[in-house]
């Protein structure tokens, strides 16, 4: 069945639409990547499929529903989302901040159940933060606190997660840790979405890459069929060469410098 | 420190301060005594003095104190602002103004404490109507309670300028805070009604950390905008009889709870209890203070509470910008 099937949506802020007319079906354990241009309204669709956002034409349905038929906490229950960036990093222990993603799982006298206990531990030990757990967040490196974040969205759900921008403003070992981890998950049955800058992460970890230009979808497909050269140049109008690369043999661009389209 | 002794502490230290508070003012009663003035019946001036003025007012102290500190904490978190407070929202210039039309027009102290409740009421409601058309994001809740109370601070100062000189003095003294109103009857009613209030707001004690971190993160955790209205109204109503009992106290409902968040962590499941507690003990000894430092003339704990919040909040941002 699929997680998500979105019909010609049309949606935006104070009228101006950003996304016009797209369709879109996501199949349980899939891992997506939305590649494209700042603008292009990744962010808006991430939005639109968590329910932050209502389309202002066509409809979103969730596991068979429609989106805006679930209640907040069961939908929250099902589906958890990692924003570019909390808005605050308020002096929340790790633990306290991983705890948060079982609110919508507990009765309001529950501080943390057993059950709660299992799975900010396994959550924590997913992402290899377990020895940060008594550190205050605003303790952290932006590498540490991103893996926290991840870890908080896994202790609300493992099954269906989408992320904005996870690994940007990382370094490469907080990057390459945070998409093993979301690869195996997607492995252990998770369907992942994750919008990312970088073309060739989205190549060597997903199975599928939408690439998104103006509001609408302009290739969709395995990241062998639409990352070739004339796509990818059009879709970013750079100039670029498109080779293997040598450790997953997934295609690898490489933008040619001085050459804007 | 572990917590059990942070409990005991504050237990030991309200203890103290309670004596303390009790023994101070124009005429100064030996804590010793008290059990004896106590036992010795009503008829001596002690006995008046201690049971039907200090206690009533150490107690109303008590009570403003923590229901103002709650309300803080509380608009601190859903506006995800350090620096907001109740009177942010217009809570303040809303009662001023319903209270200074009922002092001009000569009513009594319950109705003048009706008057600064709706007044407080309908501020809010317009600040909380503007808001919402602009979908109640926190800055603009927080603009249109500025605005509001300067429209409403000018609406006093124009009844002011239209009144009788006695009448202003009266006026001006329940906008400087003033406690001496206190009695046992307003105090069983609206104490156990902000007791109510605050129990129900420390219930949410979980959805508030959630709102603390932020809307859409909120959100994803299936907070709904109902959750928000609801803490916000208690808060509202929480600062509003606090207002109307005992006038515009300043800073409490700023930096007890600011205070407290640094000593006890972002959790309300502690900071709200901690809250209470220390504005609590902050207004107790505010006003004790106010009584007490140069008798027989009495200093009101509004003034009291704007020397030492303004105190606070130069040593902290100065404190901030050595930190950085």
Not at chain 1, 179 to 191: S, Y
Not at chain 1, 211 to 216: A, D, L, T, V, W
């Amino acid at each position: 069945m699929n997680v998500f099937e979105l019909n010609s949506i049309t949606a935006g802020y104070g009228g101006v639409p950003v996304i016009r007319d797209l369709s879109l079906k996501i199949a349980g354990g899939e891992f997506i990547s939305m590649i494209g241009p700042n603008g292009a309204g990744k962010s808006t669709l991430l939005k639109i499929m968590s329910g932050d956002i209502i389309p202002g034409a066509g409809s979103v349905h969730f596991n068979g529903r429609p989106l805006r038929e679930y209640r907040p906490r069961a939908l929250a229950r099902m589906l958890s989302v990692v924003h570019q960036a909390i808005e605050t990093r308020a002096a929340y222990t790790v633990r306290e901040f991983i705890r948060m993603g079982r609110f919508p799982h507990q009765g309001s006298l529950v501080v943390e159940a057993d059950s709660d206990r299992e799975v900010i531990e396994w959550a924590a030990e997913t992402t290899g933060v377990g020895h940060l757990l008594d550190r205050r967040l605003t303790e952290l490196s932006g590498g540490e606190l991103q893996l926290v974040r991840i870890a908080h969205a896994l202790s609300q759900n493992s099954r269906v997660i989408l992320l904005d921008e996870p690994v940007s403003h990382l370094d490469i070992q907080h990057t390459v840790m945070i998409m093993d981890i979301l690869w195996k998950l997607n492995r252990d049955g998770a369907t992942v979405m994750a919008v990312l800058h970088d073309i060739n992460l989205a190549s060597d970890y997903s199975g599928r890459i939408i690439g998104m230009k103006e509001g609408g979808i302009f290739f969709n497909g395995e990241p062998g069929e639409v990352l070739r050269y004339d796509l990818v140049e059009s879709l970013f109008g750079t100039a670029c060469i498109v080779m293997d690369n040598p450790t997953t043999g997934r295609p690898f661009v490489y933008p040619v410098p001085g050459y804007i389209k | 420190m572990k917590t059990p002794y942070k409990i005991i502490i504050v237990f030991t230290v309200a203890l103290v301060l309670l004596l303390v508070s009790l023994s101070l003012g124009t005429r100064i009663i030996n804590p010793v005594d008290m059990t004896d003035i106590i036992l010795g019946g009503a008829g001596s001036a002690d006995y008046t003095i201690l049971v039907k003025l200090r206690l009533p007012r150490a107690l109303l102290a008590m009570v403003i104190g923590a229901s103002l500190a709650v309300s803080g904490t509380v608009f601190q978190s859903v506006l995800k602002n350090p620096l907001a407070d109740p009177y942010l929202i217009g809570v303040s210039g809303g009662a001023a103004l319903g209270a200074t039309a009922g002092i001009v027009l000569n009513a009594g102290q319950y109705a003048v404490a009706a008057a600064a409740f709706a007044g407080s009421i309908a501020a809010i409601s317009a600040v909380y109507l503007l808001s919402k058309r602009m979908s109640l994001g926190s800055s603009a809740l927080i603009l249109s309670g500025m605005a509001l109370g300067f429209i409403l601070s000018a609406a006093v100062l124009l009844v002011y300028a239209l009144s009788r000189s006695d009448q202003i003095h009266r006026a001006m003294l329940w906008l400087m805070g003033d406690l001496s109103g206190a009695r046992y009857d307003m105090l069983g009613g609206l104490g156990g009604l902000t007791l109510l209030l605050a129990l129900t707001v420390a219930a949410f004690h979980k959805h508030l950390d959630v709102i603390s971190l932020g809307a859409t993160f909120s959100k994803n955790l299936g907070v709904t905008e109902g959750n928000i209205r609801t803490v916000f109204w208690i808060a509202s109503l929480l600062a509003a009889i606090s207002v109307s009992l005992a006038g515009v106290i300043g800073f409490v409902g700023l930096i007890v709870p600011h205070l407290m968040r640094n000593i006890f962590g972002p959790r309300h499941l502690r900071l709200i209890p901690a809250a209470a507690a220390g504005g609590a003990l902050f207004l107790l000894a505010s006003d004790t203070i106010g009584r007490s430092l140069a008798p027989p003339f009495e200093i009101p704990v509004g003034i009291i509470t704007s020397f030492l919040g303004g105190a606070f909040f130069l040593v902290y941002m100065i404190r901030r910008e050595a930190g950085r």
